[in-house]
């Protein structure tokens, strides 16, 4: 079969893009086909890294598991991530190329279509189908004149659109109707169908309003995909929900409060533990939210100096480090830029991350650390020192950490993509209060999960969990495809596919 594309497209962001363009990879591979994910330019702090040691989105690393294929960094070419509100780093087929402006950027994006161009073409060479997100909205007049990702890329790749509205959010017709009415007639004839996605209720109210849709667009709704609370996908870019609430549950017992940072990067960190059925965790951002947690931890962060100067602003390095000595029991953990808050100094003398030049620390490891333009990469696997249990992960850090003193390195890095290794990550105090490893993913191994949690059980006088909580993203997946391929015309979509544009 001639390799096919097709363009999932959204009304805005946090539609359900991502996740929509996931399930479609999952179907068609369930259908028989080699599929993959591509999505030209991304702006996420949520990263991944390949096997090869490049950076790209969450969502195309997920998207490249549902196809069950590697992750590679044709499928998300440009990955954008911010470090203050009007500048980012610009990731370029998965290696930093610098930091720029808003308008540096707007001028940059004319000198890379070309690679581009290249990603999109090996992917097509090597797949059957491939599947397109767009990122926000097709219809922003203001960024039209050097599009890099929506109907720009439509166009190179020949493929038809389907646009995704969120009904949950309120006035999806509107919100439909006016982003066809902002594209241009040629624009318009490449969108083929909609797909309107988190209805809660019953779908026969739905039906004047699809009526209507249909007879003044002339264009289908392909199926509408209810809201769901019990698939866990890993969050792509913007903040979930879940940030805003606490996780009730009479079973949950083991308090954990992961504190949101204001550039809080690669929160799937935590993804797992939220599902264990003995914890209950939380993202704070203020002083009076950390009450009687057993577990703080402090996250990774897209700039780490910002960030430790909003947690004294906020009070809240004053109220962790109050906690952290008066309170025994309590385990303090960080992990990529907060293992370097909880050290005594943090320098970026090359304003790689931000115009301070250097800030202190929570002061309660024996380390400091610099940042440098170089940015380590790298998949891992490492064993934890303490148990002997291996982990995997990945390493994602413009830092360099050295710490002083007789504290116990925390993990043993044996494996650094292809190669094998031997270093040491991470440091621990004696007790095991406080930790820090530059692994992410940590906590999405079953085993050393609950070995975690465990020890908090029996500091507790709790007995141990023995029954492992598997976090399968696989599984859910699954389960994402299941729910998609029962809310949509199966059929009418590959009519679309295959009759191409």
């Known amino acids: 079969m001639k390799a096919k594309a097709l363009q999932i497209c959204g009304t805005g962001s946090g539609v359900g893009k991502s996740i929509i363009t996931a399930a479609l990879c999952r179907i068609f591979l369930q259908d028989g086909y080699s599929v993959a994910p591509f999505k030209s330019q991304n702006m996420a702090l949520n990263s991944f890294v390949t096997e090869e040691g490049g950076e790209i989105g969450r969502a195309q690393a997920i998207q490249a598991y549902a196809s069950k294929i590697k992750p590679t960094v044709d499928m998300n070419p440009i990955l954008i991530k911010p470090t203050r509100d009007t500048k980012a780093q610009i990731i370029l087929l998965g290696k930093p190329v610098g930091n720029m402006s808003v308008y540096e950027y707007k001028n940059y994006k004319k000198l890379v279509f070309d690679k581009v161009k290249g990603s999109f073409k090996r992917l097509k060479e090597k797949y059957e189908i491939v599947v397109i997100e767009g990122a926000g909205s097709p219809a922003e007049i203001n960024l039209k004149k050097h599009d890099l990702v929506n109907m720009r890329i439509a166009r190179l790749a020949k493929a038809p659109v389907i646009i995704v509205g969120d009904i949950d959010k309120g006035g999806v017709f509107a919100w439909l109707v006016g982003t066809l009415q902002l594209m241009t007639p040629k624009e318009r004839e490449m969108v083929r169908g909609f797909i309107i996605n988190k209805f809660r209720g019953d779908k026969r109210l739905l039906k004047p309003g699809i009526n209507f849709l249909e007879k003044y667009t002339g264009k289908k709704v392909l199926g509408v995909v209810p809201y769901f609370h019990d698939i866990n996908i890993p969050e792509e870019d913007s903040l979930p929900v879940r940030f805003r609430r606490k996780t009730p549950g009479p079973k949950r017992t083991i308090k954990i409060d992961v504190i949101h940072l204001p550039h809080i990067s690669n929160f799937t960190d935590f993804d797992a533990l939220e599902q264990e059925p003995d914890v209950s965790l939380r993202y704070v951002k203020r002083a009076d939210e950390l009450d009687s947690p057993d577990v703080i931890i402090i996250p990774g962060t897209k700039n780490t100096i910002e960030d430790l100067s909003y947690l004294t602003k906020a009070g809240l390095a004053k109220k962790i480090i109050s906690i952290f000595h008066s309170r025994p029991s309590l385990v303090l953990a960080g992990i990529c830029g907060g293992y370097q808050m909880l050290g005594d100094r943090v320098y970026d003398k090359k304003g790689v991350e931000s115009k301070t030049r250097e800030m202190e620390g929570l002061g309660l490891l024996p380390l400091t650390t610099e940042i440098y333009p170089e940015k380590i990469l790298s998949q891992v696997k490492a064993r934890h020192l303490d148990s002997d249990i291996v982990v995997t992960g990945y ?49 999405d191994g079953d085993r050393f999960r609950r070995h975690f949690l465990n020890a908090l059980r029996r500091k507790k006088g709790w007995q141990d969990l023995s029954t492992v909580n598997s976090y399968d993203v696989d599984k859910e997946i699954d389960k994402l495809a299941r729910l998609v391929r029962s809310n949509i015309d199966l059929n009418l979509l590959y009519k679309v596919l295959l009759r191409g544009r």
């Open 395 to 443: 390493e994602i850090h413009h830092g360099r950490t050295e710490a002083r003193g007789n504290l116990k390195p925390l993990f043993e890095i044996f494996g650094a993509g292809n190669e094998k290794a031997k270093k040491y990550d991470g440091i621990t105090t004696h007790d095991n209060r406080c930790w820090g490893t530059y692994i992410h993913g940590v906590f």
